[in-house]
């Protein structure tokens, strides 16, 4: 569902955040993206959202090449993927419930079907209690399921979090890791990206280890 | 309903709830857009008044047919017969008896016409051609000189001309005082435009990451720009109507005192209905540019 392959990632500036990597992620698996700060999880969780483009190489995701996509079919692509962004990109200036229905207002789904999805998914990452509050006062914990529902909330085919754990503490990290595995049982492809090596021995993951850009 | 529509009224909606949650900032944007559009309106409206006044105007579009003093009755039949067939408006005959009337009843006239030994006034028509371009009088104040037994065909052109002159003049004026206005339409769309793209960066960055197209992007900004064009055209409207009403009785005091019974026509409903359309096509316009603009930094 997702590979790679000579997939190299170079910024503005010359550096090299991703030097050749080859690896394939088929559809149901549970991927954690692991490394030291600055090995390239992050740039390799963008590069898959198509929210960067590849310097060289190729990623099919889909069966669409991402290199080769015309610029228009970007958003489209977008939408297979639920993304849980490393500084969570939550909306402060509105409520929880519709932080969540943006993603279902941006395909046009009916206001009362999407409130409908966007409640269960509030209630499946235990937040329906709060739909009305605003983000900012939510806990860190919560902040981060509310990230998770809005990932999830228009049933994307495979969830992406760059360090959903990061600042969390230990009961918190729990409970989201939990989270994402009740998600992978039901069928979704888990991609996460992280630091935290704690969590392999735990949920038994497929690992793509980075190191300085390279896959180990 | 499908997708398109529902997005179209989320992106109206939300461009009236914009709209609504800064009053202040949307009263004085409104106020500056319908100023803007109000000169340019009211313009129009004079001048329209002006050319109302210009075809009412008695005497000035008439051609005065003067016949020569020893034309007979049968004479006069066949200019009645020619003007009949040219079927050009309509006409009135005037007899020299009729006329000599009408001049003893003229102040400080009785005496001379009295002292007169006999009539000195021809026999007249007075044409009132449905024609009153002042190309085509002049074709027909030539065409009825060639007629027989015709002494002299008066008509008051060079007025019609210099009337005619100065509508194209101000009619000129109002383009150009309405292109600068709309530009400055545009201007304050933009910026307005370009204030909320700024406010709402997060929003934009993120409904994009996960998914938004650049038209669900840019919607709701061009609903915004056309409904603040639209409801400043309507606020142009209401200014002039205003300005009309307080006018309207000056203007009809000043119209007696000249004798006749002239009044201001207020803009219609087509009128405001097209200055609404002009306000929204020009916001829409200033937010086309804006966002386009202001969006490429997202990229």
Redesign the interface.
Known sequence: MIVASNLSKRYPGGFEALKEISFEITAGQMVFITGHSGAGKTTLVKLI?S?ERPTSGSLVVNGQNLSALRR?AI?????NFG?V?QDQ?L?F?RSVLDNVM??L???????REAVRRAQAALDKVGLLLREKAKPIALSGGEQQRLAIA?AVVNRPTVLIADEPTGNLDTESATEILEIFSAFHQVGVTVVIATHDQNWIARYHPNVLRLDHGRLL | MNAWFIQHRAALASAFIRLWATPLNTLLSLLVIGIALTLPAAGYVLLDNLRDLGRNASGVQQISLFMTLDASKKDVGEIEAKLRAAANGKWKFVPKEEALKRMQKSEGMAEIVASLPRNPLPDAFIVEPANTEPEALEIMRKEISGWPKVAHVQLDSAWVKRFDAFLKLGKLALWMLAGIFAAGLVAVTFNTIRLQVMAQAMEIEVARMIGATDAFIRRPFYYFGALQGALGGLLAALLVAGALSLLAAPVGELAALYGGNFSLRAPGVVEVAVLAALGAFLGWLGAQLSVSLSLRKFD
């Open positions: 959202a929210i228009s958003p489209y692509l977008r939408r993304m962004f990109k909306l200036d943006l993603p207002q941006i395909v046009g789904l009916p206001r809005r």
